[in-house]
């Protein structure tokens, strides 16, 4: 199977500083990669996904960063809220197949 | 729009009993259909998927099984659980290539 997996399994950051969650993947045929967002007892959350053939993608305070030469992949969360505490995965699809692979997960805490 | 309904939201079963965990999806015709367990402070292990009616991949061999006996319906069951089989189960569709809905997911806990 594929390996996903994130550098730091958890990270605190003062409520209104930037969050920076990495991530790294094993598949240099994946294309495509999604972030989640799973709160305690819920299903993960679509946050943002990217496509192999981008370096970058933002959306509402959220930046994901795909660096394919060394497999890393990365969400920025700007001006963190206590809201944004959760766990934090991403997931790779392999070209070849309807699955995606998720990695164990950054759990992020926002300080007030 | 689109939702997905996941059932029961939380189990208790002892070892050596069935299960049948169930999940529904509204408002998207023939999708791409997942089941995942995640272990407490693990990520998500694909069990099973499916792309079409009758039609399942299996990831990982294990105690369980996975039908689609309609095309927005998706069971995971089992004969026999095992203790090893306690987790959080997520079911999960995706138009295309993408997953982007997650039901909420069923706690279960094998005693």
């Known amino acids: 199977g594929e390996s996903v997996g994130l550098h730091l399994p958890t990270l605190s950051v003062q409520e209104g500083d930037n969050s920076i969650i990495n991530c790294a993947y094993s598949?240099?045929?994946?294309?495509?990669f999604i972030w989640y967002k799973q709160e305690s007892g819920k299903g993960p959350q679509f946050i943002i996904d990217?496509?192999?053939?981008?370096d970058k993608r933002q959306g509402q305070r959220v930046t994901v960063l795909l660096n394919k030469t060394v497999k890393h992949l990365s969400l920025q969360i700007a001006a963190t809220q206590p809201g944004d505490s959760a766990v934090y995965f991403c997931?790779?699809?392999?070209?070849?197949?309807?699955?995606?692979?998720f990695g164990t997960g950054t759990s992020l805490t926002v300080i007030p | 729009s689109q939702t997905i309904h996941q059932w029961p939201a939380t189990l208790v079963q002892p070892v050596g009993s069935p299960l049948s965990l169930e999940c529904t999806v509204e408002?998207?015709?023939?999708?791409?259909l997942y089941w995942y367990r995640q272990a407490a402070g693990r990520g998500l292990q694909l069990l099973f998927y499916?792309?079409?009616?009758?039609?399942i991949s299996s990831e990982v061999p294990q105690n369980l099984s996975a039908s689609r006996p309609q095309d927005r319906q998706f069971i995971l069951s089992s004969k026999k659980l095992l203790l090893s089989d306690s987790g959080f189960y997520l079911c999960?569709?995706?138009?295309?290539?993408?997953?982007?809905?997650f039901g909420a997911g069923t706690r279960l806990s094998v005693l």
């Open positions: 499916s792309v079409g009616i009758g039609q």
């Open positions: 997931a790779e699809r392999a070209n070849t197949g309807n699955q995606f692979y």
């Open positions: 408002g998207t015709s023939n999708p791409n």
């Open positions: 990217i496509r192999s053939n981008m």
């Open positions: 598949n240099s045929a994946s294309d495509y």
């Open positions: 999960a569709w995706g138009g295309g290539f993408n997953i982007q809905y």
